[in-house]
């Protein structure tokens, strides 16, 4: 059974910054795009960085510049390093994997919250 395990959240100060970890479990195959997601309440759930195979990253405009998404190339591990966070980057973030495309079509960890405060 496929697991993704998110760690690395929690409560910074705006202008602070945390690193999110992905650790997938229970895979026989290579995922062949990984990303974070995020909702935050009363919002619809949005793609915050993806990465595919060929190393092809995007990210959302908001968190351009301040967002790096990397992923361990022998494992199905991916990681979301955030800086200079905004109070409107708080939100329960998602990692994603697909074995060919992210969202729905793919495996979802458990959430982690980060909270930014002002």
């Known amino acids: 059974q496929v697991h993704l395990a998110e760690s690395g959240g929690g409560l910074v100060q705006a202008g602070g910054s945390l690193r999110l970890s992905c650790v997938a479990s229970?895979?026989?195959?290579?995922?062949?795009?990984m990303g974070w997601f995020r909702q935050a309440p009363g919002k619809q759930r949005e793609l915050v960085a993806g990465?595919?195979?060929?190393?092809?990253?995007k990210y959302l405009d908001s968190v351009k510049g301040r967002f790096t998404i990397s992923r361990d190339n022998y494992k199905n591990d991916v990681y979301l390093q955030m800086n200079n966070l905004k109070p409107e980057d708080t939100a329960v973030y998602y990692c994603n994997g697909g074995k060919r495309n992210l969202g729905s079509e793919g495996y979802w960890g458990q959430g982690t919250q980060v909270t930014v405060s002002s």
């Open positions: 229970g895979t026989n195959f290579r995922f062949g795009a």
């Open positions: 990465i595919v195979s060929a190393g092809n990253k």
